[in-house]
């Protein structure tokens, strides 16, 4: 059996690039914390990590980068984004930018959102990953949810056990804390999380200040945002059938007619996998509302209802 520590050098990071294009997990060291990464187009993967971490929502993820390029084809890259980019990339400051309709990034991994984090981390061995995998890669901080982030590969291996298929040993992490999160999306930068980039030198190079997040708690999970995504019809949920007119998202072995079903076999990883883009497959005019089936609270469950909930309740004025 192999050992799920590797020593990082150039055929243990082949190795788990491989394992990444495959769809699995693999713990790779940055200069900020441990991170537990996925190819960031696969759905599949992106549902295990959240299960890995036992998220009880789906926190939008960081997509990380090799070059500042790469990031082009995932984001709308303006100027006040490449500056930063040229000042900080390589380096802990992930920028919040509005995300390409045609970017190959599973909706899963933005939590149905339309922007998308982008990072390029200063760490040999992420970016030999990185392009090893010959793909962006989502990675949360590897560490369960609500605990501290690992800054060695010892720290995974205690937290996750053997969920990655691999973590890559790189040593400790030189900053230790995550990387600093600026939202660019609007037209004053927005600081969500402060981190390994300081304030005060983001405000040099903005030439401004950057903002406080909308909110007096601090920094909210994304996932709790009114923009959050939501279906533009109604959602009924607990649905047993659909009511004429209505969608139906099943889930599980059904009797009836399905619209879509979110597991056949009643996988809430694979359920968690398909949930963003096939509520967006069913936002049609030629549905009144999409009616989903009970999904059970355990494991990715609770996920899953936290992001129906939502998108069940009611929507503001003019918001869809
Ligand atoms: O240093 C780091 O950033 C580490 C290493 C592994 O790169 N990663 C990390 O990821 O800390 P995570 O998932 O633990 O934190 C991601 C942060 C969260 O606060 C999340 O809400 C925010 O980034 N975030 C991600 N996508 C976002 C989006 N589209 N809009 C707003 N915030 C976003
Ligand atoms: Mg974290």
């Given at each position: 059996?192999?050992?799920?520590?590797?020593?990082?050098?150039?055929?243990?990071?082949?190795?788990?690039?491989?394992?990444?294009?495959?769809?699995?997990?693999?713990?790779?060291?940055?200069?900020?914390?441990?991170?537990?990464?996925?190819?960031?187009?696969?759905?599949?993967?992106?549902?295990?990590?959240?299960?890995?971490?036992?998220?009880?929502?789906?926190?939008?993820?960081?997509?990380?980068?090799?070059?500042?390029?790469?990031?082009?084809?995932?984001?709308?890259?303006?100027?006040?984004?490449?500056?930063?980019?040229?000042?900080?990339?390589?380096?802990?400051?992930?920028?919040?930018?509005?995300?390409?309709?045609?970017?190959?990034?599973?909706?899963?991994?933005?939590?149905?959102?339309?922007?998308?984090?982008?990072?390029?981390?200063?760490?040999?061995?992420?970016?030999?990953?990185?392009?090893?995998?010959?793909?962006?890669?989502?990675?949360?901080?590897?560490?369960?949810?609500?605990?501290?982030?690992?800054?060695?590969?010892?720290?995974?291996?205690?937290?996750?056990?053997?969920?990655?298929?691999?973590?890559?040993?790189?040593?400790?992490?030189?900053?230790?804390?995550?990387?600093?999160?600026?939202?660019?999306?609007?037209?004053?930068?927005?600081?969500?999380?402060?981190?390994?980039?300081?304030?005060?030198?983001?405000?040099?190079?903005?030439?401004?200040?950057?903002?406080?997040?909308?909110?007096?708690?601090?920094?909210?999970?994304?996932?709790?945002?009114?923009?959050?995504?939501?279906?533009?019809?109604?959602?009924?949920?607990?649905?047993?059938?659909?009511?004429?007119?209505?969608?139906?998202?099943?889930?599980?072995?059904?009797?009836?007619?399905?619209?879509?079903?979110?597991?056949?076999?009643?996988?809430?990883?694979?359920?968690?996998?398909?949930?963003f883009a096939m509520l967006r497959g069913l936002d049609r005019p030629e549905f009144s509302a999409i009616a989903v089936a009970p999904i059970p609270r355990h494991g990715l469950g609770l996920a899953i209802n936290d992001r129906l909930r939502r998108a069940a309740s009611p929507r503001p004025e003019g918001q869809s």
């Amino acid at each position: 059996m192999v050992a799920l520590i590797q020593p990082a050098n150039a055929e243990t990071i082949a190795a788990a690039g491989r394992l990444l294009a495959e769809g699995q997990l693999v713990a790779f060291p940055t200069e900020t914390v441990y991170g537990l990464g996925a190819d960031a187009g696969c759905d599949r993967a992106v549902a295990a990590i959240f299960a890995a971490k036992g998220r009880p929502r789906f926190n939008p993820l960081i997509i990380h980068v090799a070059e500042a390029t790469e990031a082009e084809a995932l984001v709308a890259v303006d100027d006040r984004a490449r500056h930063l980019m040229a000042r900080f990339w390589p380096g802990p400051l992930t920028l919040v930018l509005a995300r390409r309709s045609d970017a190959p990034v599973s909706l899963l991994a933005s939590a149905g959102l339309d922007s998308l984090a982008v990072r390029l981390p200063d760490h040999p061995v992420a970016r030999a990953l990185i392009r090893a995998a010959g793909r962006p890669l989502a990675a949360p901080s590897a560490n369960r949810s609500g605990r501290v982030s690992p800054t060695e590969a010892a720290h995974v291996a205690a937290c996750l056990g053997g969920k990655p298929a691999m973590i890559l040993d790189g040593g400790p992490c030189r900053v230790g804390v995550e990387s600093t999160v600026l939202d660019l999306t609007g037209l004053h930068p927005t600081l969500l999380r402060p981190g390994g980039v300081s304030v005060e030198d983001l405000t040099n190079a903005l030439g401004e200040e950057p903002h406080a997040p909308p909110s007096d708690v601090g920094v909210k999970a994304p996932g709790m945002l009114d923009s959050h995504y939501a279906p533009g019809l109604p959602v009924r949920l607990g649905a047993r059938a659909a009511e004429p007119g209505e969608a139906l998202l099943a889930f599980g072995p059904v009797s009836g007619a399905a619209t879509l079903n979110l597991s056949p076999s009643g996988d809430l990883e694979e359920a968690a996998a398909n949930l963003f883009a096939m509520l967006r497959g069913l936002d049609r005019p030629e549905f009144s509302a999409i009616a989903v089936a009970p999904i059970p609270r355990h494991g990715l469950g609770l996920a899953i209802n936290d992001r129906l909930r939502r998108a069940a309740s009611p929507r503001p004025e003019g918001q869809s």
